[in-house]
């Protein structure tokens, strides 16, 4: 596109999201008003549904996918636009959809063309809830050391075993999990990715209690649950170059948390300045200059996502990247907590009800949920060890670790 090209897309986009977006959906999303894709998707208010379904009917949950796959058909430098329109007006993400952030992009890569056509629409219309099955009980941050097998049954595999730290298991309708399908293989080559349907038979759900006093996540177990070989995406015991890709784009997913509005996102300066008005102690002082140096950096890790996403879709190679970001986006929100609940003293100390305000207690809350941001989506220690290999080049001294 030219230069007057995107400025007339910029000027349609605009005038689209004026139009389409209600204005009570331009402000950030407390945790209970996120709408999640799925086949119980809920709304609280019209104003949600209205939203949900122009966005899904233009096709821009998915704006960069192909028509025929339920996409908007866009093309990178017109996304690039959309994503900027979007952050400008303060627009809430119409849906939450775990499958369009991490599973789509690897089924536009490695899956089949009945499995694109098959799986890839209900997902772009926010018909399907995903979850993912990753990480199992003993295996800590080793990825490939996963006990869960499926076992060939002729037309399909039976998977037994079980998942954890599975976000929102309970409440979602498909997983793609990684699975043992040769015992015999070495740990990294006897692997493979399957989608799987959570309300099959022989699936069970339970949910684990946080610090944070969330939920959200869930233990799941697989007793002779049986899996079309059809779902079965990409090659028999490859599934470990698939999950590589996939986590990727977690990473990706996870570097963005703070934009579009998402509610682990809180801004820094405005609530210093409601606990700290002005600066008088060197205490006070001292604190203020760590709340200036977040939000700084905080600015400076904004942009840099922005380039992050320019260079992914000019295809050039971002795993390093995105590890980098992931890394310093949980540990700076971690940072930037740890210095609100400074700023807020005994205000911080609160968990329900008076004397303690609704957002005294969330942001208590976020401060605790955001040490297990640290390590959901491969620990701090797993993203320096990909950031070591592959933007230091550094040799790889063991071959336990999660890559």
Known sequence: MNDNDKEAFRQQV?????ANCPPSLRTPTPEDEMVWGGSRVEFKTEDQRLWFERMRDRGWFCPDWPL???GGGLSSDETTILEGELRRLGCRPAQINLGIWMLGPVLLEFGSEEQKRRLLPPMARGEIRWCQGFSEPGAGSDLANIGTTARDAGDHFVVDGTKIWTSYGDKSDWMYALVRT????????GISLVVLDMHAPGVSVAPIDLISGKSSFCQVFFDGVEVPKE???GPLNGGWALAKALLQHERSAMSKFGEFSLPTHFDLMPLIRDYLPEAQTPAEVALEARANACAMEEAAYGLTVQRMTDEARAEQDVTGLAAIMKLVHTEQERVKFEVLLDAMGYRALGWAGAPFTDREQAITKAWLNSFTQTI???SSEVQLNVIAKRVLGLPDAGKGASS
């Open 68 to 70: 025929e796959y339920g």
């Open 376 to 378: 959901a989506g491969g």
């Open 14 to 18: 605009r005038e689209w999201l004026e």
């Open 182 to 189: 040769d015992r015999e293989a070495s740990k990294h080559r």
């Open 231 to 233: 779902n079965l995406i």
